[in-house]
């Protein structure tokens, strides 16, 4: 299995809204609804954000969204802060041998 | 209040064998409701996924990763812990230990493949 293509770099304006996307293929992210997305801050472990494409941990803030269109899962960031930069990184079940896939991160900036 | 902790040497030699271990604090490492895996980082480089243990001992593997991978319960100290044999410069990354939720379906309980729990890191370097 591949790792899922994410674009390397992002960026918006403060309470602007950004996009990132993540392409996988029929059998991870377009076949599964084990699709995730972490928020990783430089020297901090990854914090998870999104799971199940759409919903949200306790104490993550509706600011940010998932969605997922055919092979593509999306993660908008709405309202932009400082502090919302950092990279971010989907994730999704592979479809087979309960392998978990990673993309290789998108770094977004905080104009 | 939950806390995952990394431990074990941060430096291996080429050939020889990785050991860490996360002490898991605030949750019973048996509990039915989570599942328990080893993530890693490559310095600069996106996360990958090593392996998943369930509190049954189960455990699922990177397939890249498989035939030097072992990771195990240890239940009466409240830990998990993974070996990685015959490592090499390739091997180098921060390791994170990480727990996630399970659900059950008819046939058992299986890993829900996200982790909402890490611990801070680890990192190791293989070198000589």
């Known amino acids: 299995q591949s790792a899922l293509t994410q674009p390397p770099s992002a960026s918006g304006s403060p309470g602007r809204s950004v996009t990132i996307s993540c392409t996988g293929t029929?059998?991870?992210?377009?076949?599964?609804?084990?699709v995730s997305w972490y928020q990783q801050h430089p020297d901090k472990a990854p914090r998870l954000i999104i799971y199940?494409?759409?919903k949200r941990p306790s104490g993550v803030p509706d600011r940010f969204s998932g969605s997922k269109s055919g092979k593509t899962a999306s993660l908008t960031v709405s309202g932009l802060l400082a502090d919302d930069e950092a990279y971010y990184y989907c994730?999704?079940?592979?479809?087979?041998?309960?392998?978990?896939?990673f993309g290789g991160g998108t770094q977004l900036t905080v104009l | 209040q939950l806390q995952l902790q990394e431990s074990g040497p941060g430096v291996v030699k080429p050939s020889e064998t990785l050991s860490l271990t996360c002490s898991v604090f605030?949750?019973?490492?048996?509990?039915?409701?989570?599942?328990w895996g080893w993530v890693r980082q490559p310095p600069g480089q996106g996360p990958q996924w090593i392996g998943s243990?369930?509190?049954?001992?189960?455990?699922y593997y990177n397939p890249s990763l498989k035939s030097r991978l072992t990771i195990s319960l240890e239940r009466s100290k409240n830990q998990f812990s993974l070996r990685l044999s015959s490592v090499t410069a390739a091997d180098t990354a921060v390791y994170f230990c990480?727990?996630?939720?399970?659900?059950?379906?008819?046939?058992?309980?299986?890993?829900?493949?996200?982790?909402?729990?890490w611990g801070q890191g680890r990192l190791v370097t293989v070198s000589s």
């Open positions: 243990l369930l509190y049954s001992g189960k455990t």
């Open positions: 029929s059998s991870d992210v377009g076949g599964s609804n084990f």
């Open positions: 199940e494409v759409t």
């Open positions: 994730s999704s079940y592979a479809g087979n041998n309960h392998v978990v896939l």
């Open positions: 605030g949750v019973s490492i048996g509990s039915t409701v989570y599942y």
């Open positions: 990480a727990r996630g939720p399970t659900y059950y379906s008819g046939s058992g309980s299986y890993t829900k493949y996200f982790f909402d729990y």
